[in-house]
């Protein structure tokens, strides 16, 4: 007992003689995730968090700039030949991987190899195009695809086109645990649930642009405590700020607030076909489009997103060169959503929407419900964890579904897999006949003019039978110390170190 | 002593087996899919398949239950359908975490419940005896979470004393990681301090009242050593059962605590490990923490026998 009290004396003791909490140390940039990321392999990735830390450790063949352009990386040139179906890299010359192997296209070929092979690789379907890889010299690689697929380029700026060390390869728990990679740094050390830390590859080829030394990511999932830990200094950065938290870090002096648009949407997905649970009024498409009418995207903008769930009426982001700035918005419109509910032979609703519970969602549901209120649709809500959700969206246990998703660079990204009759993401199971062949045409075309006219006419058939209703442009609102300079958001949320620095 | 040890061990075999029987049961009436929440966003149907022959999830539940027994009694406890960890290895780094985190609450907890307990009975009351129930009282009914963030905000970002959340290993830092936990401690340690006290208070009340204890006085002895050598001692055996039941709240509380501060251990692994679907985590769990709720109430008999030499006989 007595030892116990000593004990205890002292670490209280401590406490009050050493002050200040750990404090930024040199060129160490910590940075406060949403969530803990989950594997640390490319191929088997399935968060958007992933690719936040990837951006620093795996270099892709080619990157985005802010416009949504490609740029180069590892490499430095691509052709597209005349039938669309060989797509030829020239690569960078010099480049090492972390191991110091030397990269060039054997890697190349080695790398998108075991993405298109690993039994429990995530990126088959992204790579379903590609037929062969080629190693045509040292440093030109050729992807030879079975039909022309325009999205393959995004495709190779996301997670298929990071480059891990060959020789590291064949052993995939170690890849999970221990990620060799071509990116400016390199993996040192995760503690899962607590950090994962990164330390500069002095071998990377444009290494001269990093002055962090030291990158520490830390999830912390509470919003409140996220900031908290950048507001005492223990964080240098955090993404996904809460939208109710934007007017403090506005206000405060020693931070800085910084978003941009992103690439993804949140939406209200109608169960049209899946499942005995459609079976509601809403497979008419009057009483979908008097549901859109009933919802105010402004007020859920002002109201909850403090300004930065920028409205959306598609589900292509404006930074897209295929984003259709004719399509005309639905605005609230509570006379004519009656009238159309009327015309569909119904007064009163009642429907059920199903959301992954979260504070933004639940606040969301609450004024979709009072919104749709006024039109005569009782909406119940029904909150579950996000497991349940999408759970319940797989086997059409809902009605309407509210849901969201990252955005990816390609539009086929954001269209095939929730509009086409066969889409792995298409929970309502529409199906549209037209917009199937719209949507599959425009993945064959080489390049936005031939391409966008395909997807304007597909938005708009989309946006007349309104399968799913877009709310808002997925934001990245992120929250920074004024000692941190050089951050530019991109719409992909990644956080690009390129010039990044601390200084106080 | 070794055969009550002996019989305890045996009794905590079936009690382990239908810990995890419930466990096991209750996590797939849970309604999601762990394929699916790994599948990520794209939700590829092949990746689906393979992933759901991989871990057996397409077996019925009695099989899965028997091939997870089979894997557990060769010492494997599978791996983390998320991340790709073996169970054991979490456990092995997450584990550590936690008993820090249990210790420094509980010498918080000792520290504030039982000499306040001791007080508050010695001078039943007064003011002092009011003054420390209406500390208690306030301890067990300001939640967890809410101190918690409370004294984040002071301690940390307004006054900038200690680090608001995380975790250092004190192997890496000593200081700085007994400074990290000290909060999280603090908050852990002081509902349970607070019941504590309260039950030290009524233990000792019921002692004192007792006939030896007016003996030892009227031999003359001195007060402190009458309350000390006497009474507590005697108090001490209810305080040890409550204690053995208060490692049970210590790691629920954990899970809360964790949450707040970030600290990764097992009450986050855990809370994680449902959130996701992550069977095998939250088996191995589960398993574990059984097994260390069995191994400190076999304390809690054995720490009885050697507080009450009239057990020993018997």
Redesign the interface.
């Known amino acids: ?1 007595r030892t ?2 000593i ?3 002292l ?1 209280i003791g ?2 009050a003689s ?5 404090q930024t140390s040199g060129q160490t940039l910590r940075i406060g995730l949403q969530e ?1 990321i ?2 640390l ?1 490319p191929a ?5 968090v992933d690719r936040i830390v990837f951006a620093s450790l795996c270099s892709t063949l080619v990157d985005i700039g802010p416009d949504l352009k490609f740029v180069p990386k590892l490499a430095t040139s691509w052709t597209t030949s005349a039938d669309g179906k060989t797509l030829t890299f020239k690569l960078r010359q010099g480049v090492k991987f972390q191991d110091g192997e030397p990269f060039n296209a054997a890697a190349v070929k080695a790398n998108l190899d075991r993405d298109r092979t690993l ?4 990126r ?3 790579l379903a195009s590609v037929d062969h890889v080629d190693v045509i010299d040292p440093y030109t690689v050729a992807i030879v695809l079975k039909s022309p697929d325009a999205a393959l380029l995004a495709t190779l700026s996301d997670r298929a086109g990071m480059m891990l060390a060959p020789n590291t390869l064949a052993d ?2 170690g890849v ?2 221990h990620p060799v990679c071509s990116g400016p740094y390199k993996f040192v050390q995760r ?5 994962i830390v990164l330390e500069k590859f002095d071998g990377y080829w444009d290494a001269a642009h990093y002055p962090i030394q030291r990158v520490i990511f ?5 919003t ?2 996220r900031l ?2 950048l ?4 964080l240098d950065m955090l993404e996904r700020l809460a939208p109710s938290d934007v007017p403090a870090v506005k206000q405060d002096p020693n931070l800085r607030f910084v978003s941009v648009s992103g690439l993804g949407f949140y939406d209200l997905t109608f169960n049209i076909a899946n499942g005995p649970r459609s079976n509601t009024p809403l497979r008419d498409k009057r009483v979908r489009e008097a549901f859109e009418l009933a919802i105010d995207r402004d007020a859920i903008n002002r109201v909850i997103g403090a300004g930065i769930f920028a409205p959306a009426n598609q589900a292509l982001p404006k930074s897209s060169p295929y984003y259709d700035a004719a399509l005309p918005f639905t605005h609230r419109d509570i006379a004519k959503a009656k009238a159309l509910l009327k015309a569909a032979g119904h007064e009163h609703l009642n429907l059920e929407l199903t959301f992954g519970n979260n504070t933004v969602a639940s606040q969301i549901a609450q004024m979709l419900q009072a919104m749709v209120q006024e039109a005569g649709i009782n909406l119940k809500l029904r909150p ?5 959700a ?3 969206a ?1 086997n059409g246990d809902f009605e309407v579904l509210f849901t969201g ?2 955005g990816r660079v390609d539009p086929d990204g954001n269209l095939h ?1 929730f509009n086409t009759c066969s889409g ?2 298409n929970y309502g199971h529409y199906c549209n006949a037209d917009v199937d062949k719209l949507l599959n045409d425009a993945r064959e075309k080489p390049d936005v003019a031939t391409r966008k006219p395909l997807y304007d006419a597909a938005a708009k058939l989309l946006a007349d039978d309104d399968p799913i209703v877009y709310l808002y442009a997925q934001p990245w609102p992120f929250a920074l110390s004024k000692k941190v300079h050089g951050f530019a958001p991109y719409p992909d949320g990644l956080i690009r170190l390129r010039d990044v620095s601390i200084k106080d | 002593m070794l055969r009550i040890v002996a019989n305890r061990l045996i009794v905590a075999v079936p009690t382990l087996i239908l810990v995890s029987m419930l466990i096991f049961g209750l996590q797939k009436l849970l309604p999601g899919d762990p394929v699916l929440a790994m599948a990520g966003e794209d939700q590829d149907a092949q990746v689906i398949a393979t992933l759901r022959a991989k871990y057996h999830l397409d077996e019925p539940v009695p099989v899965q239950y028997a091939l997870w027994v089979r894997d557990v009694a060769h010492g494997d406890l599978g791996t983390s359908l998320r991340t790709d960890v073996p169970v054991a290895s979490l456990i092995a780094e997450k584990l550590p975490v936690t008993l820090q985190l249990a210790v420094m609450a509980m010498i918080f907890a000792l520290g504030i419940g039982i000499p306040a307990g001791i007080v508050s009975a010695a001078y039943r009351g007064t003011a002092l005896d009011y003054g420390a129930n209406v500390i208690a009282l306030s301890g067990m009914s300001i939640p967890n979470f809410w101190l918690g963030i409370m004294l984040i905000f002071i301690v940390s970002v307004r006054w900038h004393l200690l680090p608001s959340s995380g975790y250092v290993p004190p192997t890496e830092h000593f200081w700085l990681s007994i400074k990290t936990m000290l909060m999280p401690a603090f908050v852990l340690g002081a509902a349970l301090g607070a019941q504590l006290m309260r039950h030290t208070r009524s233990a000792m009340l019921s002692v004192l009242r007792a006939d030896y204890i007016r003996t030892a006085r009227a031999k003359g002895l001195l007060r402190g050593a009458v309350i000390v050598r006497h009474a507590f001692r005697n108090a001490l055996i209810p305080i040890v059962t409550v204690l053995a039941l208060l490692f049970g709240e210590l790691l629920a509380g954990a899970v809360l605590t964790e949450q707040v501060f970030t600290i990764p251990g097992f009450g986050k692994l855990v809370v994680d490990a449902v959130f996701n679907r992550d069977y095998a985590v939250v088996q191995g769990v589960v398993l574990v923490t059984a097994l260390s709720f069995i191994i400190v109430n076999l304390v809690s008999d054995v720490l009885y026998i050697v507080l009450n030499p009239r057990l020993r006989r018997s």
Not at chain 1, 119 to 122: C, G, K, M, Q, V
Request: without cysteine; proline residues 5%; aromatic residues 4%.
């Open positions: 007992m116990l009290m004990a205890a004396a670490t401590v406490a050493s002050g200040a909490a750990a803990d989950g594997s392999d088997r990735s399935a968060q958007v039994p429990t690789s995530n088959k379907s992204e995939a728990a999970a645990t503690v899962q649930n607590d950090r830390q999830p912390i999932p509470d409140t405590v908290a830990n507001r005492s200094g223990s579950t964890d996000y497991a349940a999408l759970n319940a797989h998703w990252s897999q792995n993401l």
